[in-house]
């Protein structure tokens, strides 16, 4: 029978590593680089979504445009195709 410290499936032998105590300031200085990277994100975000609507906007402009350009041509070449010598 296998012991507790043997890992399911494998024919290895892990020793558990008792867990190491965190000091109190490295504890610390990771919430707040986790809180700061949060609160930074947030302002990000805030100041990219107005650009990226406005980008949008933009986008959705030049495709009717391009969509109805695309429109005409295809208009045109179908009336320059209709002849009699086809």
Same mark, same amino acid.
């Given at each position: 029978m296998r012991s507790a410290n043997w890992v399911s499936g494998s %024919?290895?032998?892990f020793t558990m590593v008792p867990p190491v105590a965190v000091s109190p300031l490295i504890k610390t200085a990771r919430w707040s680089a986790l809180l700061?990277?949060?609160f930074y994100g947030k302002q990000r975000f805030d100041y990219?979504?107005?650009?990226a609507?406005?980008?949008r906007k933009v986008e959705e402009a030049e495709k009717k445009l391009? $969509? $109805?350009q695309e429109r005409i041509y295809k208009q045109l070449s179908e009336?320059?195709? %209709?002849?009699?010598l086809k």
């Open positions: %024919d290895t032998l700061f990277g949060v990219l979504k107005p650009i609507e406005e980008e391009r $969509e $109805e009336a320059n195709s %209709d002849t009699i």
